[in-house]
């Protein structure tokens, strides 16, 4: 019998990866991310074989998204000022005034978006769309975007309701937004698409991210959504493990369980490799050293990204900033300190010498391999002191490099 957050962790996995398949289809639009980063995906979702459904009547389906799916289902409500579902039993007893304040804080954003749009704008709700266009198929669900607001064959507004906590990408490069918004042209006409994310739980900056695509923009956008969607319908289409994973079904997934979930935490890592055959040993090194090396290519990209894209101090990377690197002291000429070194070292155990105390040691002023270098100047001063004499014959040869330009933490961070 598994242990009891094992089977919880089952069960959500499972209430998530179900509601994927059954309902949402394989590939639908809020799919379109893990479909473009992990195409392998689809494949292992359409093989998996889900246990029936429960008919109960109970409640079934992990807690934040019942939360998620009732904030959905009150928000048209309190638009049109209705009376609001009261919460499923499920979370009843966890619902706050904070969760009624997120749903009124998108509803505000909703009506300054109707407001800013010409008086012939109408909104729909849920409104089904067929997708097929694109090669998506909607599953039992279908194809359906939280808000569209429609100006007659002149612009589709999306908006998605993001009402969890887990960061998801804004429209700009997120293909939910594009491939919804490419419906709404489809259907209604227009020429370009305004695409908003309210996502009240983020910080206040983060909250509602929009971007507007003009028409060039989506038909790019048709042409990289179908390539996604043939890339799910590749049979050989790889399995790449990522943050997108966490709405996929990590425990059936061969890519999740063998990178890292293939390290037990209970155990001491080398206790743990005692126990392996050495081709294990060698597949877990190869996937490890391969993992690393994504990440130093992915962080270089990353600050290339950042400074390229920068604009004064800001590269727009949260929590990162254009500024100047720390500055090294370098002594200038290696050999020319290591000789005023020791020129100084014997002068001062002269006197040392004559005081009865013990001498300073040139091992202690120099970093070994030979050819040595001259420590620190911070070090080198500990043992020589800093009389003037001294300073006189050091100081000329520290050299201040300042640091580089770059892409850096930011320093209140
Ligand atoms: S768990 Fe991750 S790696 Fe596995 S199929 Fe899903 S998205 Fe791909």
Redesign the pocket.
């Known amino acids: 019998m598994p242990p009891e957050f094992l089977q919880t962790l089952w069960k959500s996995s499972r209430a998530r990866s179900q509601m994927a398949n059954e309902d949402h289809g394989y590939n639908s639009p809020s799919q379109l991310w ?1 479909c473009k980063l ?1 195409p ?2 689809v494949n ?1 979702l359409r093989s998996i074989v889900h246990p029936e459904k429960d008919d109960s009547g109970e409640e079934t389906g992990s807690i934040p998204a019942v939360l998620g799916t009732w904030k959905h289902d009150i928000t048209p409500q309190m638009y049109r000022g209705e009376e609001l579902d009261p919460p499923p039993a499920l979370i009843a007893g966890i619902v706050t005034d904070k969760d009624y304040e997120d749903v009124e804080w998108v509803v505000s954003r909703i009506r300054e978006i109707v407001a800013s749009l010409p008086s012939n704008a109408f909104i729909l709700w849920e409104h089904q769309m067929d997708l097929s266009g694109l090669g998506i198929d909607g599953g039992k669900h279908g194809c359906r975007a939280d808000v569209l607001i429609i100006v007659p064959a002149v612009l589709v507004v999306v908006i998605d309701m993001k009402y969890g906590f887990k960061w998801v990408a804004g429209p700009r490069c997120n293909p939910q937004f594009q491939g919804y918004g490419w419906g709404g042209m489809e259907e209604f006409g227009g020429d370009k698409v305004w695409a908003h994310k309210l996502q009240p739980a983020l910080p206040e900056n983060l909250r509602h991210l929009q971007y507007t695509f003009e028409s060039e923009e989506m038909q790019r956008v048709e042409g990289e959504i179908k390539g996604i969607i043939d890339a799910t319908n590749d049979p050989e289409a790889p ?3 990522g943050d ?2 966490i709405f ?3 425990l059936e ?1 061969p ?2 369980r063998d990178t890292f979930l293939a390290i037990p935490k209970h155990l001491a890592f080398y206790e743990h490799l005692n126990r392996l055959d050495p081709i294990e040993r060698g597949s877990m090194l190869d996937k490890l050293k391969a993992a690393q090396g994504w990440v130093d290519k992915a962080i270089k990209a990353l600050i290339a990204w950042g400074y390229e894209n920068r604009d004064g101090s800001e590269c727009g990377i949260d929590g990162f900033e254009i500024s100047l690197g720390r500055s090294s002291n370098d002594w200038g000429n290696p050999v020319k300190a290591r000789k005023a070194i020791r020129e100084i070292m014997v002068e001062r155990n002269k006197k040392l010498r004559a005081q009865g105390k013990p001498e300073i040691e040139y091992r202690n002023l120099v970093d070994a391999p030979i050819p040595a270098m001259p420590r620190s100047s911070y070090q080198v001063f500990k043992k020589l002191g800093r009389a003037k004499w001294v300073l006189e014959i050091l100081e000329p040869m520290i050299v201040s490099t300042p640091g580089q330009e770059g892409v850096h933490r930011k320093k209140n961070d």
Do not use: A
């Open positions: 893990r992990c392998g995906s292992l399995l790449c493990r997108h994973c996929c079904c990590k997934c890519q999740w």
